[in-house]
């Protein structure tokens, strides 16, 4: 056993250099155009409910981050300890993405192209011709101090508990012991509490808010499976990304194996809050409720609303129910790559039909600012992957973790 732990180099780093920095720095300067292109030539509100796409995915793919190191150590779970630095370096962005999600809902809030549905000229004035009684009754909830406030409040606890948990894990390489682990275990558990409260909240204002005239208890469990199911695939596609690369041979295909169930068995979840959400309103053929998917079989978003079923369901279901398939890392990269594209076009699908009223279409604004997005991910990730060894060295379960097999 000995001998098998050390024939790991665990003092090994990234060396983010080449090809991946060169992409990802030409990928944020094809996000830059696209921005540049969408206010041009797409409207203000088309890029702006963009902008909330990708800043929102961006900071749910940091908070599973951390969901997924606080349920590690919660649990006390050892098989994941040789591979916690990857889901450690997407928790450590939390903060700066949620200060990007922030600045986007604030602008976005006051120059009326995002919550115009509630924060508009009129709307809770008894006088005014614009009045909407319904918006006046939410008032007291739905105004926008209430609203930032809630919103910093939020993310500013998950940044907090995202950075103390990397902290604390990095301390642990330097001191050893079981202190910095002990510290992790507590603050994991809070963190879970909190977020399992406030979470739904904060995905109602940021999300569902967009149509304030329609809600759902189920909205944010469903956003929830999203943002688990996406973080996820984009740990699962970084490590194995990084093995192809030769890194973190420590990690062996059980590892990956387990991921992969992960990914198969939240898909289903899910798929079945999408459809008890869909088929509750459905079948009560509520006007007030049904107007949501109404407007989701418009002509231009209708295609992609079945699209989003294949994709994020049917397609995950039939491959990842094969055991040869999800033990092929090719395979495998294939499914996750296919999921965080699907899943965002499930963020599309919640964002763009209540938000984008003209210049409604898909086009190079919405696929320039994926691809920005993307590489300013990958690129903040990589560099701070490679500021530290990608072996928790000290952790008290990495002995645990080399030896695991299913």
């Known amino acids: 056993m000995e001998t098998h732990q050390h024939s790991y180099n665990f003092n090994e780093q990234f060396d983010f250099s080449g090809k991946p920095k060169t992409w990802s720095l030409i990928a944020i300067l094809i996000g830059v155009i696209a921005i540049v292109y969408g206010f041009v030539f797409n409207g203000a509100e088309r890029t702006f409910a963009n902008l909330l796409l990708m800043s929102y995915y961006l900071t749910c793919i940091c908070a599973a981050g951390t969901c997924f190191l606080a349920i590690q150590y919660v649990t006390q779970s050892g098989w994941s300890a040789g591979m916690i630095r990857i889901p450690q370096a997407f928790s ?144 699962t596609l970084t490590i194995i990304l990084l093995k192809k690369a030769g890194y973190m041979n420590w990690v062996n295909i059980n590892h990956l194996h387990d991921m992969g169930k992960l990914i198969f068995g939240f898909s289903i979840f899910w798929c079945y809050v999408w459809f008890a959400q869909f088929m509750l309103i459905w079948y009560a053929n509520l006007p007030e409720e049904t107007v949501y998917f109404y407007k989701r079989w418009e002509p231009e978003y209708k295609p992609w609303f079945w699209l989003n079923i294949v994709i994020n369901f049917l397609a995950p279901i039939l491959i990842l129910i094969n055991r040869s398939w999800v033990r092929n890392i090719n395979v495998l990269a294939g499914v996750c790559i296919m999921l965080l594209l699907g899943h965002w076009l499930d963020y599309y699908l919640m964002i763009m039909p209540g938000t984008v009223e003209q210049h409604r279409g898909f086009g190079l604004t919405e696929i320039g600012m994926a691809i920005g997005f993307t590489g300013l991910f990958v690129y903040l990730m990589l560099n701070k992957l490679s500021k530290h060894a990608l072996a928790p060295q000290k952790h008290p379960f990495l002995e645990e973790s080399l030896h695991h097999q299913i």
Do not use: Q
Not at 174 to 185: D, E, M, R, T, V
């Open 92 to 235: 450590s962005l939390l903060p700066l993405a949620s200060l990007i999600l922030l600045a986007v809902c604030t602008i976005g809030l006051f120059s009326h192209n995002l919550y115009h549905h509630w924060f508009g000229e009129g709307l809770t004035d008894p006088n005014s011709s614009h009045f909407d009684p319904l918006i006046a009754k939410k008032e007291v909830y739905l105004n926008a101090p209430a609203f930032l406030l809630r919103e910093v409040i939020f993310l500013a606890a998950y940044s907090f508990f995202a950075v103390a948990l990397t902290k604390f894990s990095y301390n642990e390489d330097l001191a050893g012991g079981l202190n910095s682990y002990k510290k992790s275990f507590r603050y994991s558990a809070i963190f879970l509490v909190i977020f399992g409260f406030t979470s739904p909240i904060w995905i109602f204002d940021t999300i569902m808010s967009l149509e304030a005239h329609w809600f759902s208890t189920m909205f944010g469990w469903y956003n929830f499976a999203a943002l688990w199911v996406s973080g996820l695939c984009a740990i």
